[in-house]
């Protein structure tokens, strides 16, 4: 029989992760056992379960749960950077006040998420905290809302503990791109964490929360998750409502989620999805119990993937990517029972230039609102055209400029028929392609990313090699597929290693495959 | 009632240089000259007066003189009197307090999503289907992009290459005191799109004010066929979408509130060319003079037009596929219920009348006004002769109202009793003993029960009229 392929390399990477406060936390883990097919009896295969598990015992209270994360927060912010704000006394009342509940109404009190803290990305609207999407033109926005997947979170229970960084409006692959900070990688902080979501990535892999919400239009939670060696998981689109998300590309855009296991991020799925009316594009889809598949490694039968079928996209593992990556996907690959086939996706190079076009055009119409008029940050001048340019050329940043002017220029007149519409063209050719495969395979398989993090500033200059980076996972938002990403191996660099984290696709809304796997 | 709307409605005209293209789109006005359209569109619809007419046929007259004809296209705004706007749930009521009918959807807050107002798609069906078009089974939204301050989301969803409705046709009968006559004139496509706020201009013209309780409610765009070639077929063909919005119940229709605006397309071309477009126009003194392409502003104290901006050229709006509303498919099912449901149509009324042997003059007042036309009709179901209540409405009952300043609906006579006193004439249970001096007796019990309401019965024992 294999080794124990995900929880192993979990635990490995939390050994080797440098805070010293981990230790305390595998302390933790050692639980009472709910049903056996939920919960593995390894170490830290489910945070959300143990802090449950603790609350229901009464061996911690939700108060010390929070104090022990807040701690831990304020100790690795200072180097990590993950939060543009955190809320720390709304939580501790919060907590608080479940504390209170429990002790008189006992286990009803619990939602699924009682006394989990979550970071949100602070492009999804909290109503009770500033939602800035990382730009300075929404430098103290205070929405009227919650976005849905916040609101939901909520009454499931779990603590918001702050917004986290992001690059501007979700676009970039650093979080350099922040017009507030810059967040580093909790492995090597001389290095990225990715992006767009990194300080959603980096609060999770720094254990400054549990679980934490990011968005995802071209790769922005599933390369930051590989960078940091966390879960990503983007669903389909349309699984989860888009309410309360800034717009980035709407067709494209998706509220994704973070956590240390395959379970946590399952678990938070299960309790954002579904349909919404307040999105018309938000799928009516029944949403399954993603976490309730999951079986515990150790109870596995030998064979536990005996007829699913993996297929390799062979255009990921060749020119371009790290030697070391490749490695370690064909590594985590040869681990599974059926030995991963190698399938080709004819369209595949196309979808990156397709992409730009598609979400710059997209993102130009989407941004346009920004305009410092009803709201935001707003530059006085003389006259009306001067307001808007002046307002917006000192709110938004340099990429999100770029990206403007991009976007309006392939949409303009006599330019819409050879830029957008061919990129849609080309976005159904990807679609095919991949429907095409997943015919034949259950679920694919690439890298994240064609290399590990790399330097702070070593792509700042480069937007086009920062671009290029996305290759791995644009063509997903353009089919609209769920993917999930997991760490599998590491690489040299940084003091302890670098992860690598290997996504897996599936069929539209088949995300309960993917988990399972 | 024509000329009321050919003075209320805003004229920019556009003289086309070359043969191409007719229609160009109107330009949103720059923030510095302009009020908004809804304002200037101010008809308070006062009676047409005798000079205008006047005017109106000389310059007819004079065009046909020099050899010249006028082209006329209409873009007409429709506003829906939906309970709540196109893509939220804010109610809108005109007049209100300024931004008190807004929330973070209309506003185009971060995040903020549209979710299509079904109604939307039933009101432009109906439309489509009273202007005998071509329903599109399958249309979608589209992004028409640009910037102003009236504008929330920086863009207008809108309808561009795929609208809900398409090739249709209204069929009007001109008024008699301009000669009559039936006309047909095409009707391009019918859209659905929202609409923007308002700016409101301080007096000093130093600062602007944006107000959002328009921004977002509903609005189905109507453009004609460029069919018309004098004023007075323009100004009915807006009368005549008035009471058609009207009779379908989609939009009260009002011009002052803005509901109804008309964007009017003007060009001239020789008698007899096929094609559209403008050679030269002579001078008043003789000399040639070109004609350039511009939009122009009509000036309700002057009542002229004036020029507004020169040689526009077509805007680039960025029109894209809105990705954050799914496509509007629609089934025969629906359309057809949605038929059954339609009312009698003024043009099917006035063809109705018109088969009962009235005169065209009859028929275009008692059917052109949905509430008298309502009258008429119950009056005629109680069983009266179609000439005789034509005759009492369009006579009597019509000169109470101008006297009075009243509608039909607000008088106490009801159609039952305006029936009974017509019955009551015809079988002679009046007449008798009055003798030849009946008629000022009829009129008598007439304004007794327009004014007080009862019945004829009770009308003629009081009077102590019975015939002996």
Known sequence: ?517 | MALTLLRGMRTPVLFRMNAGLFFTTLHRPSLARFTTRAESAQATEPKATPQSIQMAIKEAAEQKMQGFEAVIGIETHVQLSTVTKAFCSCPYNYGSQPNSTICPTCMGHPGMLPVLNEKVVECAVKLGLALNCEISMTSKFDRKQYFYPDLPKGYQISQFDIPIAKKGYIDLDLPMEFGGGHRKFGITRVHMEEDAGKLLHSDSGSYSQVDLNRAGVPLLEIVSEPDMRTGIEAAEYGAELQRIVRYLGVSNGNMQEGSLRCDVNVSVRPVGQSEFGTKILLHKEGQADQIVQETRLWDESSQKTFTMRKKEGLADYRYFPEPDLPEVVLNNDYIDEIHKSMPELPEAKRRRYENMGLSMQDVLFLANDDNVARFFDSTLEHGSDAKLAANWIMGDIAAYLKNEKLTIDEIKLSPLELSELIASIKNGTISGKIGKEASPYFVLILVELIANGGTVKAVIEEKDLVQV
């Open chain 1, 1 to 517: 029989m294999p080794p124990p392929l995900q929880a192993h390399r979990l635990l490995i990477s939390h050994r080797r992760l440098p805070t010293p406060a981990r230790r305390r936390f595998s302390a933790v883990s050692s639980v009472q056992s709910p049903p056996a097919k939920t919960l593995a009896p390894g170490p830290a295969t489910s945070s959300i379960l143990s802090i449950r598990g603790s609350l229901l015992s009464g061996e911690r209270t939700a108060a010390e749960i929070t104090a022990e994360y807040l701690s831990r927060l304020r100790r690795t912010e200072p180097s990590v950077r993950s939060f543009i704000h955190v809320a720390d006394s709304d939580a501790v009342r919060e907590a608080e006040e479940l504390d209170r509940r429990i002790a008189s109404e006992g286990k009803d009190a619990l939602g699924p998420l009682a006394g989990v803290l979550v970071g949100v990305k602070d492009n999804l609207c909290t109503a009770n905290m500033p939602s800035t999407g990382g730009s300075r033109i929404l430098e103290g926005y205070r929405p009227a809302y919650d976005a849905t997947a916040v609101r939901r979170l909520r009454e499931a229970g779990a603590i918001v503990v702050g917004k986290t960084n992001l690059d501007e409006f979700g676009m970039g692959s650093t979080t350099e791109g922040s017009a507030f900070q810059v967040t580093t990688n909790p492995w090597d902080e001389s290095r990225v964490p990715g992006g767009s979501s990194g300080g959603s990535a980096s609060a999770v892999s720094a254990r400054q929360c549990v679980v934490s919400l990011g968005s995802d239009t071209g790769g922005s939670v599933r390369q930051p998750a590989s960078f940091c060696g966390v879960v990503g998981l983007k669903p389909t689109y349309g699984r989860v409502s888009r309410f309360g998300l800034m717009a980035y590309a709407s067709s494209l855009d998706v509220v994704g989620c973070f956590g240390s296991s395959v379970f946590d991020t399952a678990t938070i799925l299960s309790v954002v999805a579904g349909h919404d009316k307040m999105d018309s594009t938000s799928s009516s889809q029944n949403v399954p119990d993603y976490a309730s598949e999951l079986v515990p490694l150790d109870s596995l039968e030998s064979k536990p993937l005996n007829g699913l079928r993996i297929g390799i996209i062979q255009e990921t593992l060749g020119e371009g990517v790290d030697s070391g990556v490749a490695s370690s996907i064909k590594a985590a690959t040869s681990h599974l029972e059926q030995l991963g086939s190698v399938v080709s996706l004819p369209s595949f190079s196309l979808g990156l230039p397709a992409y730009y076009i598609l979400a710059s055009s997209e993102a130009s119409s989407n941004l346009s609102r920004y305009d410092g008029i009803r709201y935001g940050r707003q530059v006085s001048a003389d006259d009306l055209s001067e307001l808007y340019g002046e307002s917006r050329a000192n709110g938004l940043g340099h990429e999100v400029k770029m990206r403007i002017l991009m976007g309006t220029y392939a949409l303009s007149a006599g330019y819409y028929d050879a830029y957008y519409k061919r990129a849609q063209q080309v976005r159904t050719l990807v679609q095919e392609s991949f429907e095409d495969a997943l015919k034949r395979f259950d679920i694919l398989v690439s890298p994240a990313a064609p290399s590990a993090a790399y330097k702070i500033g070593e792509k700042i200059n480069d937007p086009l090699a920062m671009y290029a980076g996305d290759i791995m996972t644009v063509n997903v938002n353009l089919a609209g597929l769920p993917a999930l990403v997991v760490p599998c191996g590491f690489v040299e660099g940084g003091p302890a290693g670098l992860p690598v984290g290997l996504q897996m696709i599936g069929s539209p809304f088949s995300e309960e495959i993917a988990v399972c796997v």
